[in-house]
């Protein structure tokens, strides 16, 4: 037997068992429910429960995007809560010409590297910027409090 027939016959079967793995995935994927384009359509035309289903569907995968660019816990917690706030608010600009996967890791690689950026600029962490931003200051009262005490 040649040495080519040897190959070939050797790799069929490993191509068959591709190909039935690969249809049992594909298989799962259907069963699963709309996509994402359908999704994106239902929420456009007001069904809430579409948004809550595009989350559910790709907020682990975006919170590992985060977290390889933010490298942190926190922050990448951040980038995905901003990153869907954002797809909330922009989704009339979604083209369905394209995937969402594709337009959704957009936004998030682009609101981890503000992020970053916010941080470098400030010298500071995200807690700390967020501390910053909710700050309420002290009444009056408090601070003659202080300087009488000392």
């Not at 922009?90 to 998030?108: M, V």
């Not at 500071?124 to 202080?146: G, V």
């Amino acid at each position: 037997m040649e040495l080519k027939t040897i190959v070939i016959n050797s790799i069929i079967p490993l191509v068959q068992v591709c190909m039935v793995l690969f249809n049992t995935v594909q298989e799962t994927v259907n069963k699963k429910g709309p996509d994402d384009r359908e999704l994106v359509r239902q929420f456009k035309d007001g069904e809430e429960s579409a948004f809550s289903q595009l989350v559910e569907n790709h907020q682990k995968r975006i919170y590992h995007l985060a977290r390889r660019i933010v490298l942190n816990h926190q922050d990448a917690d951040e980038v995905v809560q901003e990153t869907f706030i954002k797809v909330y608010k922009y989704i009339d600009r979604y083209s369905e010409e394209f995937h969402f996967n594709t337009w959704l890791y957009r936004i998030a690689i682009n609101t981890a590297l503000t992020l970053i950026k916010k941080r470098k600029h400030s010298g500071r962490s995200l807690e700390e910027l967020s501390e910053k931003e909710h700050y309420e200051p002290a009444s009056t009262d408090d601070t003659l409090q202080l300087t009488k005490d000392n």
